[in-house]
């Protein structure tokens, strides 16, 4: 087990390195100096209960929110001053809690705006739709099980289609580290079984930080847990380890 | 494996429906209004057309971006005022205004006590950079207000509110610097282009040409931008801001091109209503102006590049034979027919003519729904795990 006491030099085996990140919103710590640590090819899962800072911190990582103090580097580069487009073109790719789609394009469309080509204003006007476009969206839509509706509207998807969509479109970005909020939640037993076994395809050479409620769901994939609470951790370490914490079993898995 | 997308089997940007519906619209106006109208009506459909890019410009950045101006009468009359100083110049030769304190100056600089001519008025004798700047100046002023709004994330309402105050703050000025722009009553009595006389039958014939000419290039734009990937881009902006922007998107970059560009469209409208209708005053400006302009694209449908130009003649034809039978009426036609734009078909003449009359002409017309319709309801919402 790899203990807590890192110094500022051994950062560079990792590929995310929190340290001391704080946010207040007119002085409420929501996250209160955090410190983890996230390899290379790790799947992370965060749990904590409501309000615990969960969201909050893949907010702080992605840019979404600033950071009061603290660092969050990435890859040794310091993502704090970055801008959110800055972040997600250094290889932090993030899918929201609510499917975050967009509704009026078609499946095909929505992979295709993000692919990583012509993302300059120039860039979208000359961007021609190439074979390797279309081999990759059709790669991509055949990864999350939507290979037979890339001409549909994205509006007319299930709600369990539409966030396998939205982990299509973190997929075709190819990011290093890929960051899903509740990519479960609201789902069927058989849609849960399959996003699992889809996540388990796609973290090959990826880091993955997973928030995720569902206990079952989250022993199927994580490879490490931290537990939140009150924007600190509570406890990190395997999902066994976790479990058998009594300070979690008092605030998170009691209840 | 499935078919790859249909839309990509489009080698060109525009889509055979649309050919056709850009063909007719040329069609009826080279030919048909031409050929129907006397010359005085006919002006009158000039006249309108400069409106027609106005609302062109707003089809793209409102319909398709989401971003709505309150204020695109102020490009309108930048576009304008810029021919109208070049116009004004040329018809102020110092042979015209011998009688002058001051000759070879515009008349209302004269009678405002201004002896010579200001610096920023030199350049607009050339021709060149009077094009260049119809085109240019509104395009330079709607990137420094998109760059401090859009960087700072000001969207929605506020910024509406903003580009109205803009149109406000911009007819105050023009008002309030008579010496220069000619105030209240504006730049006036423009006779020719190069020589040549502006104000026959013949040439105002000449003007309507050119003028559907260039609508018809903007269109042709307008359509390559909304088919190219940034136009996809525009609409999934307006859905999802966030998504686009955690995509990789600097957001804003892509709200100021679109903003400029409909403020460059606006500004050739508005030198060609000065070239046609002989000049140009600060009534073309103000928040009014502006507001009408906002309801012809929202009467023709605001997601339709087409729709913005048949709504601007619709509700221009609309108000000149109202209020040629009950001038005080007209204000309230307008505004019902803004409200009932809203409550009853909020997708304008576009969408009444894709719902009622397109499905009933077929598949060159665009009848069959542009997209796939959406699934039967007994289809199973995800595929059951039968392995």
């Known amino acids: 087990m790899n203990a807590n006491v890192i110094t500022d030099s051994m950062n560079k085996d990792f590929v995310l390195a929190v340290e001391g990140l704080t946010v207040s919103f007119d002085g409420f710590k929501a996250v209160n100096d955090l410190s983890f640590y996230v390899d290379e090819n790790e799947i992370r899962v965060i749990i904590g209960p409501n309000g615990a800072g969960k969201t909050t911190v893949l907010d702080l990582i992605c840019g979404r929110t600033r950071a009061t103090a603290g660092s969050i580097r990435f890859k040794d580069r310091e993502l704090t001053k970055m801008k959110e487009h800055e972040i997600v073109r250094a290889g932090v790719g993030r899918k929201f809690q609510n499917p975050s789609i967009y509704e009026d394009l078609t499946v095909f469309e929505n992979l295709e705006i993000s692919y990583p080509k012509g993302r300059t204003v120039l860039g979208a006007l000359t961007f021609r739709r190439d074979a390797a476009v279309k081999e990759r969206v059709q790669e991509v839509a055949e990864t999350i099980f939507l290979a037979d509706q890339l001409d549909q509207r994205a509006e007319y998807l299930s709600h369990g289609q539409k966030q396998w969509l939205e982990i299509g479109m973190l997929l075709i970005q190819d990011p290093e580290l890929l960051m899903l909020d509740e990519p479960v939640a609201g789902m069927s037993v058989s849609e849960r079984k399959k996003t699992a076994e889809l996540l388990n395809r796609i973290i090959k050479d990826r880091s993955v930080i997973v928030i995720e409620h569902d206990m079952k769901f989250v022993e199927d994939i994580a490879h490490k847990v931290t537990v939140l609470h009150q924007g600190k951790i509570l406890s990190e370490g395997s999902m066994a380890k976790v479990q058998a914490d009594p300070k979690v079993v008092e605030v998170y898995l009691g209840h | ?387």
């Open chain 2, 1 to 387: 494996m499935t078919t790859p997308a249909p839309t990509s089997g489009r080698t060109f940007f525009l889509r055979r429906q649309d050919m056709i519906g850009i063909a007719i619209l040329a069609v009826l106006l080279m030919v048909v209004l031409p050929l129907t109208l006397d010359n005085f009506r006919l002006q009158f459909v000039g006249k309108y057309l400069t409106y027609a890019f106005v609302a062109l410009g707003l089809a793209l950045c409102w319909g398709y971006a989401g971003i709505l101006s309150l204020g695109q009468g102020v490009f309108f009359g930048l576009g304008g005022y810029c021919m109208a100083m070049f116009l004004k110049l040329e018809a102020s030769s110092v042979e015209n205004t011998k009688i002058q304190t001051t000759p070879g100056i515009p008349d209302f600089m004269d009678w405002n006590q201004i002896t010579a001519l200001p610096w920023f008025w030199e350049p607009f004798r050339s021709f060149g950079f009077t094009t260049l700047a119809v085109v240019a100046v509104p395009a330079l002023f709607a990137l420094i207000i998109g760059f401090a709004l859009f960087k700072r994330r000001v969207g929605g309402v506020y910024f509406a509110i903003i580009t109205q105050a803009l149109a406000a703050i911009m007819t105050i000025l023009i008002i309030g610097q008579q010496g220069y722009t000619g105030g209240i009553n504006g730049i006036t009595d423009l006779r020719t282009l190069h020589g040549w006389d502006i104000r026959t039958d013949s040439a105002k014939t000449i003007l309507y040409f050119v003028c559907v000419g260039l609508l018809i290039a903007c269109i042709l734009l307008a359509y390559y931008v909304k088919s190219s990937k940034l136009g996809r881009l525009l609409v999934a902006m307006r859905d999802k801001e966030d998504r686009v922007r955690f995509s990789g998107y600097d957001v804003s970059s892509f709200k100021i091109f679109v903003f400029c560009l409909a403020a460059s469209l606006s500004a050739i409208g508005g030198a060609m209503f000065t070239l046609q209708v002989g000049f140009m005053s600060p009534s073309f400006v103000g928040i009014v102006p502006s507001i009408e302009m906002v309801i012809y694209t929202a009467v023709g449908g605001r997601l339709s590049i087409l729709g913005a130009v048949y709504g601007t003649l619709v509700v221009n034809w609309a108000k000149t034979s109202f209020s040629e039978s009950f001038p005080e009426l007209w204000l309230f036609g307008l505004g019902g027919l803004f409200i009932a734009v809203v409550l009853i078909f909020p997708n304008g003449l576009a969408g009444l003519w894709q719902t009622y009359v397109a499905p009933r002409l077929g598949p060159l017309f665009g009848g069959q729904a542009r997209r796939a319709a959406p699934p039967p309801a007994s289809e199973p919402v995800a595929p059951a795990v039968a392995e």
